[in-house]
């Protein structure tokens, strides 16, 4: 660094921290921390110089109110926006000497610079907070909050909220009187009350039981407070307002009254401030997100609000900061989880092309969460046929969606395989671009996964590619997944994967003769593994796609009709048997169940086959007819009007 | 109205006038004079082209302030380097370009442009007739000057424009759409105020 910037060489300065003249020192550290206050590239640089600890001891061990004021404010500017800074006064070990200042230092501009420094530290995730929740630190971060000084409450109100990490931390602050004095500072100054609202968010998020009982403090008073500054002038205070409610209705939905009016008015207040510059327009979409989730009123609401206009547009900037570009993500994920209308919106428009270049190229964006956020945005706009024929099939986006089954994270894995079973139903039969990048490798990798959730998601997109696939696809993968493999899949020790395993043999049966034929494969071994599960299994979910494979099979030729009918009408010495599927059709729990198995019956009865006769004979013998004869009346119409074709086909048989 | 007044001297740093108004009618200002006077130093540093000695006075009042507002402590340096150029200072313009400016470029690519326009300056040898030479002018030392006397205004939590201005635009506005609809007594003269009979 030259000389013309007057202030010495930056190894002097460091040098002079640790020098034995006051004056020579209090320059030095004056310098330095004019030197680094807004230029990351130089904090770096006196990082790696040695500067911190000398900064450090200079605030743990002088007494002049210069030095300590000048000391404070250097480690703060270190520790301000990078981790390599907050990580360096971390281990020099500022943190009990910023406490001890706060709790005892009597000067007002050593007291401010320190709680500034303790909260440009919490800002951090290096920051150490389980520590701060400890008895004396956890007393002295509540009397702070009661300080006169403003700054100080604000500082002390942060790092609580920084500190809510896990639903004990929530209750260990409240137990100490935390809510209750957070309430209080409400009524304070803007800048009181902005902590409040900081700190309250933090306390409510994730947690019904204290969402409640926010809600319901004092007669509704303070929440009446965080309601009437949803409308408050100043952006920062309608934008944490919002936060905090938006936290109390995400994890207690309408705990109090006219709590839907409220939402309504809170998502067109977060809507305007997507667009508000610094922090607020950073974390607005990720409060929208939570505004919206799992309310198709609201989505439309926000549709109308041209929530997904201005977010799309935010897309577009460059260099996005990462929190920001997670929450606009996430938002879209949500609004376009369930409209048609959104989806459209944000595919479509011209504006709308640069959209979907910035979401496919966030799925490898370094951060995990980003990652995350592209496959939930995708996932939800994959539920949209139209879009599936058109964008989600084009290999711009399938090939880095699918890298991401291979990611590092088994949380983007999981999202990844989410987006891609809905994206596999494509609706071609050929699904080409699937094989061409690999993924269906891939997806019969994950199946043979350890961790059950990934297997479960990777039998449904397995089970998603087959659906109405043509021969080719079906061939392919039967002989990379192989029959031993798909056998131990139906019998797997979780109920879910079992589902999703005989609904993955549904599919592959489905449609035509040779589809059936496949199930016959190695000595029927895929046949066999079903019926077993079938007379095995408890869940009626697994139960009804087993059935389902049954109807499929019966629908082939004579020998895959006799095939099935050995298995629903076993014939043995004893004559009469009752059929195993009776219990499924006396299920008055799943009416699911109850069609699947009609299905069946009715494929075996179809009168336009040359055994039917013989069929309709031996089900009468198991006991089939009867059953059905009792089910004229099912409560469920889909029932009901498959029972009177099946009776009607059994009848007109009998008649020959 | 006289709180009107008083958020006027005290947001634009009259500190005298605000001494004197609140001699003459007790109302109380809504900041600090203190700060104030803090404040218009800082204004004035940048306002003589002292852009270094600015920067040393706001983070002396709150070292937040520029560390969490890249956009103002870009033109800060911006301005230093201006104030470089305009004293004919060459050298210590470049290398001051280079190592101060280019780093905030690197961190932030919204700057290069800025950026770009403000180093064209020292491609010039006569500044009055160059594209960029308005960066020379006066009026650039006055656009840094507000970007930072705003800054602190905020980081005090007061708000950075008075309300008086605000008001008065709103007044012309109500008029204007009244003056469609019916005839009111109307105020024509600003300065005093009075309230006009329609004419009959």
New interface residues.
């Given amino acids: 660094?030259?000389a013309?910037?007057?202030w010495g060489r930056p190894e002097d300065l460091v040098e002079n921290l640790s020098s034995m003249d006051t004056t020579a020192r209090l320059k030095a550290l004056?310098d330095v921390?004019?030197q680094i206050?807004?230029?990351?590239?130089k904090k770096l640089s006196y990082i790696k110089l040695g500067a911190v600890p000398r900064v450090v001891e200079i605030l743990a061990s002088d007494a002049e109110i210069p030095l300590l004021v000048q000391s404070a404010?250097a480690v703060?500017?270190f520790a301000?926006?990078n981790e390599a800074g907050v990580k360096a006064v971390l281990d020099s070990g500022v943190l009990p000497h910023l406490l001890k200042m706060l709790s005892f230092g009597d000067n007002k501009q050593v007291v401010e610079?320190c709680a500034?420094t303790l909260k440009m530290i919490f800002q951090s995730s290096l920051a150490p907070r389980s520590e701060m929740l400890v008895g004396q630190r956890m007393e002295l971060l509540l009397n702070l909050l009661n300080s006169s000084n403003e700054n100080v409450a604000e500082v002390a109100a942060h790092v609580l909220a920084r500190c809510c990490e896990s639903v004990e931390h929530q209750q260990a602050i409240v137990d100490a009187g935390g809510m209750q004095r957070l309430v209080t500072l409400l009524s304070g100054?803007?800048?009181r009350r902005e902590a409040a609202l900081d700190g309250l968010a933090a306390l409510v998020k994730n947690n019904p039981q204290l969402s409640l009982q926010l809600a319901a403090m004092e007669q509704g008073r303070p929440l009446a407070l965080i309601i009437k500054f949803v409308k408050d002038k100043i952006p920062r205070t309608r934008f944490l307002a919002c936060m905090c409610l938006a936290n109390i209705s995400r994890s207690c939905p309408f705990c109090y009254p006219q709590e839907w009016d409220i939402r309504t008015s809170m998502l067109a207040v977060i809507v305007k401030l997507l667009e508000e510059p610094g922090q607020v327009g950073e974390e607005s979409p990720i409060v929208l997100a939570d505004i919206v989730a799992n309310n198709e009123e609201l989505q439309r609401a926000a549709y109308k609000f041209d929530a997904i206009v201005k977010l799309s547009a935010l897309l577009q900037r460059?260099?996005l900061p990462t929190k920001q570009l997670e929450g606009i993500l996430m938002a879209l994920a949500e609004l376009c989880s369930r409209l048609e209308e959104s989806r459209r919106q944000l595919l479509d428009q011209d504006p709308g092309k640069n959209a979907q270049a910035a979401i496919i190229s966030a799925l490898s964006h370094p951060s995990e969460s980003v990652r995350v956020a592209s496959c939930t945005c995708i996932k939800s706009l994959s539920r949209s046929v139209k879009n599936l024929r058109t964008t989600l099939s084009d290999e711009r986006l399938v090939f880095p969606l699918f890298k991401l089954l291979d990611d590092p994270s088994p949380v983007v894995q999981v999202a990844a395989l989410s987006a891609v079973s809905n994206v596999v139903l494509d609706f071609t039969p050929h699904k080409s671009v699937f094989f061409q990048c690999g993924g269906v490798s891939q997806l019969i990798q994950l199946s043979r996964s350890m961790d059950p959730m990934l297997r479960l998601n990777a039998v449904w997109a397995l089970r998603n590619l087959l659906y109405l696939a043509d021969m080719a696809v079906k061939e392919k993968v039967i002989s990379e997944l192989t029959v031993s493999t798909l056998t131990s899949l139906i019998h797997d020790p979780e109920e879910m994967v079992q589902e999703q395993a005989l609904a993955f043999v549904r599919n592959l049966v489905y449609g035509s003769v040779d589809s059936v034929q496949q199930v016959f494969a190695e000595e029927s071994a895929i046949l066999i593994a079903v019926e077993r599960q079938l007379c095995i299994a408890c869940r009626p979910e697994v139960c009804t796609q087993g059935v389902y494979v049954l109807s499929n099979i019966a629908a082939g030729n004579e020998l895959h009709k006799e095939a099935v009918m050995s298995f629903v009408a076993p014939v043995s010495q004893e004559g009469r048997n009752p059929s195993p599927i009776l219990r499924f059709l006396q299920d008055m729990s799943n009416p699911q169940l109850r069609v699947a198995a009609v299905w069946c019956v009715m494929n075996l009865s179809y009168p336009d086959s040359p055994g039917a006769v013989t069929r309709v004979a031996r089900l009468r013998e198991s006991g089939i007819e009867q059953q059905l004869q009792k089910m004229v009346d099912d409560p469920c119409l889909d029932v009901k009007d498959r029972v009177k074709t099946a009776l009607e086909q059994f009848t007109g048989l009998a008649n020959v | 109205m006289n709180r009107l007044v008083m958020n006027y001297f005290v947001t634009e740093g009259y500190v005298e006038a605000a001494e004197k108004f609140y001699k003459e009618t007790g109302t109380e200002p809504d900041m600090d004079l203190g700060t104030i006077t803090d404040r218009m130093e800082v204004r004035k540093a940048i306002q003589c082209g002292n852009v270094?000695d600015a920067?040393?006075k706001v983070?002396d009042l709150?070292?937040?302030i520029?560390?969490?507002?890249?956009q103002l402590?870009f033109h800060l340096q911006q301005q230093r380097l201006i104030e470089l150029i305009r004293s004919g200072k060459v050298e210590?313009a470049l290398?001051?370009a280079q190592?101060?400016l280019a780093?905030r470029g690197?961190?932030?690519?919204?700057f290069l442009q800025e950026l770009e326009r403000t180093v064209a300056l020292l491609a010039f040898e006569d500044t009055s007739s160059c594209p960029v030479g308005d960066l020379l002018d006066v009026s650039q030392r006055q656009k840094t000057a507000s970007e930072l006397n705003a800054a602190i205004l905020t980081s005090q939590?007061h708000e950075k424009d008075p309300k008086l201005p605000g008001l008065l635009k709103m007044l012309i506005w109500v008029q204007k759409q009244l003056d469609e609809k019916v005839s009111y007594p109307r105020i024509n003269d600003f300065a005093t105020a009075a309230l006009e009979d329609p004419a009959t």
């Fill in positions: 660094m030259p013309s910037t007057g004056r921390k004019n206050i807004g230029n990351k590239t404010a703060g500017s301000c926006g610079a500034r100054t803007i800048r460059e260099s | 270094q920067i040393e983070n709150n070292p937040e520029l560390d969490t507002n890249p402590f210590e290398e001051f190592e101060e780093p690197e961190e932030n690519h919204e939590s």
